[in-house]
């Protein structure tokens, strides 16, 4: 007896964790994103500063934005900041006798972190926030579209999506970098 009372809560169990038990108006799935931190990528000693971490890397529409860190430990060693993001938009081509042809394009545009996004006060390395700033315009993305001829016009539908993206915090006489955060 006491088997069959436990069938119920093993299949609701079952139907929590599987993919149809989510209904397409709850809203879209969470981002994954890859987090790799290694301190042998830093000078000897370096170590995040009590109260700070990993940065965390959010996207909310095409803006791809950062928050910041402290590694102390780093004596004068100086940090490189970079943000490299992957667009993609679809381009429409009509020509004039009103024939639509959709072309998918992409885009992938790197912010280098301006210098003072990264300071070094008494051994400690201090990165501030960060976002992409230079995403592409319309034209953009409508220069790379390949019509079939000349004579048709090019229109981006809707807005651009970000496809991926890459966060590294490299340190200066390091070839790798001591956080990279990547996600789609």
């Known amino acids: 007896m006491k088997r069959l009372a436990l069938l119920p809560l093993i299949a609701l169990a079952f139907a ?52 910041g860190t402290q590694i102390a430990g780093v004596g004068n060693t100086d940090a490189d900041l970079s943000l490299t993001v992957r667009y993609a938009g679809t381009v429409q081509c009509r020509n004039h006798g009103g024939q639509i042809v959709e072309v998918k394009t992409q885009s992938a545009t790197t912010t280098p972190a301006p210098d003072e996004a990264t300071a070094l006060r008494n051994g400690t390395l201090r990165v501030s926030s960060f976002s992409a700033s230079n995403v592409p315009t319309d034209e953009q993305f409508e220069a790379q579209a390949t019509c079939p001829n000349g004579n048709w016009t090019k229109e981006l539908l809707g807005t651009a999506t970000v496809l991926s993206f890459t966060y590294t915090l490299t340190f200066d006489g390091f070839n790798a970098p001591v956080i990279s955060i990547t996600g789609p």
Not at 30 to 38: F, K
Not at 49 to 64: A, F, K, L, M, W
């Open 16 to 67: 929590a964790c599987s993919d149809t038990a989510t209904s397409p108006t709850s809203g879209p799935r969470p981002r994954l994103l890859t987090s790799t931190v290694n301190f042998e990528n830093a000078p000897s000693g370096a170590h995040y500063r009590q109260g700070s971490g990993d940065p965390v890397c959010t996207v909310i529409g095409i803006t791809v934005s950062c928050t």
